[in-house]
């Protein structure tokens, strides 16, 4: 990942190269129980196997993604010392 945009405090951009291709946008905000952050992540695997096997393998990718999503969601509010209010 390379940071391509940052605005401190709201926003942070940040490119991905290797295995995977593509944008990734960080935006934090206020909310009423406290700071919020939506990620946004539009990416493409560069492996000729990930993306010849995607068609069959889709639902066990996608279940391994929100497994490894919610994972690192829960590092980063126990490493930032915060509650996870959220996860969708």
């Known amino acids: 990942m390379r940071i391509t945009r940052s605005e401190p ?3 942070l951009e940040a490119q991905a ?3 995977l291709e593509g944008t990734g ?3 934090l ?5 406290g700071t919020a952050i939506l990620y946004s992540w539009d990416v493409s695997t560069t492996r000729v196997w990930m993306n ?4 069959v393998a889709r639902p066990a990718l996608a279940w391994n993604h929100d497994i490894v999503m919610r994972q ?3 590092g ?3 490493e930032l010392g915060a509650k996870l209010i959220a996860f969708g």
């Not at 905000?29 to 129980?33: A, D, E, T, V």
């Not at 010849?52 to 068609?55: E, I, K, L, Y």
């Open 9 to 11: 405090p709201h926003l």
């Open 17 to 19: 190269v290797g295995e």
């Open 25 to 27: 946008v960080y935006r």
């Open 29 to 33: 905000f206020s909310s009423p129980l």
């Open 52 to 55: 010849r096997v995607a068609p």
């Open 72 to 74: 690192g969601a829960h």
């Open 76 to 78: 980063l509010a126990k």
